[in-house]
């Protein structure tokens, strides 16, 4: 009856050990950081944005995945419009540094803000002119950020 009760003991925890280890390996897949940016420096042309000042947003995701599905599908209008709700709706997973830029600046290399949750990132900028502006920043750790007149041109570097 001891040997019968050890065994069921040593299958519970084994059983406990496991439940914690599939736990940790969920929470390392959710919230690892995948996207490695440190530096963003921009560069906008003289007449971008039809010589108006455009909106430039990077967009730090967690792997949730009803958000990543719909950010990633977005165009720079579409988020725009919709991030102050999906920020309210996804507070614990979505985090924003923004900028707003006008046509002839340049902002020199600075460091991006430290952010809780880097799983994904993109980039968007929200021009006048349709289009999906939108770049989804990689393992790249230096960005430079290139608005003409137009269009969004991300140089890794």
């Known amino acids: 009856m001891r040997s ?3 065994v069921a003991a040593c299958a519970a ?3 406990f050990l496991n439940g914690c280890l599939a736990a ?4 390392a897949w959710l919230y690892t950081d995948e996207v490695r940016v440190q530096t963003v420096a921009l560069n906008v042309a003289e007449r971008a944005n039809e010589n108006s000042p455009v909106a430039v947003d ?7 995945l009803p958000l990543l599905d719909e950010v ?13 709700q999906l920020v309210r709706d ?10 707003e830029v006008v046509p002839g600046q340049i902002l020199p290399a600075e460091s991006v803000p430290t952010v809780r949750v880097r799983s994904a990132a993109f980039v968007f ?3 006048r002119a349709p289009g999906a502006h939108r770049y989804r920043v ?7 950020l290139s608005l003409g007149a137009n269009e969004l041109t991300v140089t890794p570097k």
Request: with cysteine; charged share 25%.
């Open 4 to 6: 019968l009760l050890r």
């Open 125 to 127: 900028a929200g021009y």
């Open 138 to 144: 990689g393992s790249e750790r230096t960005l430079l």
């Open 90 to 99: 996804f507070r614990d997973d979505i985090e924003v540094v923004s900028w």
């Open 72 to 84: 990633q599908k977005m165009t720079a209008a579409d988020w725009f419009a919709k991030r102050a």
């Open 58 to 64: 990077m967009v730090f995701l967690s792997k949730r």
């Open 13 to 15: 925890c084994l059983l």
């Open 24 to 27: 940790v390996a969920t929470y």
